[in-house]
């Protein structure tokens, strides 16, 4: 069955980095574009990146362009999203998802939180 599995959040102070990684079975993770969604506390749903399936035309919300970095291995079926000058304001339970078909698959999440 279609599992993502996302690893590398964390604590960090602001102005700090994080790598975070997403780790994808059970379809064929070449076949299809990535995204990276979060949500902070009391919030809904952001959109932050996403990236197509040969690891071209990245897109960025405008919250994070020119911060993070959206890429992919597809030799090792991993997405990963580099965090830089990291704000509180990105503390959030960050989410890797695609779309396989008639369906959305999203990862069980990642907590990063930026506080000094």
């Known amino acids: 069955q279609v599992q993502l599995v996302e690893s590398g959040g964390g604590l960090v102070q602001p102005g700090g980095s994080l790598k975070l990684s997403c780790a994808v079975s059970?379809?064929?993770?070449?076949?299809?574009?990535m995204s990276w969604v979060r949500q902070a506390p009391g919030k809904g749903l952001e959109w932050v990146s996403e990236?197509?399936?040969?690891?071209?035309?990245?897109y960025y919300a405008d919250s994070v362009k020119g911060r993070f970095t959206i890429s992919r291995d597809n030799a090792k079926n991993t997405l990963y999203l580099q965090m830089n000058s990291l704000k509180p304001e990105d503390t959030a339970v960050y989410y890797c998802?695609?779309?396989?078909?008639?369906?959305?698959?999203w990862g069980q999440g990642t907590q990063v939180t930026v506080s000094s």
């Open positions: 998802a695609t779309t396989v078909g008639p369906r959305d698959y």
């Open positions: 059970g379809f064929t993770f070449s076949s299809y574009a």
């Open positions: 990236i197509n399936s040969i690891g071209g035309n990245p």
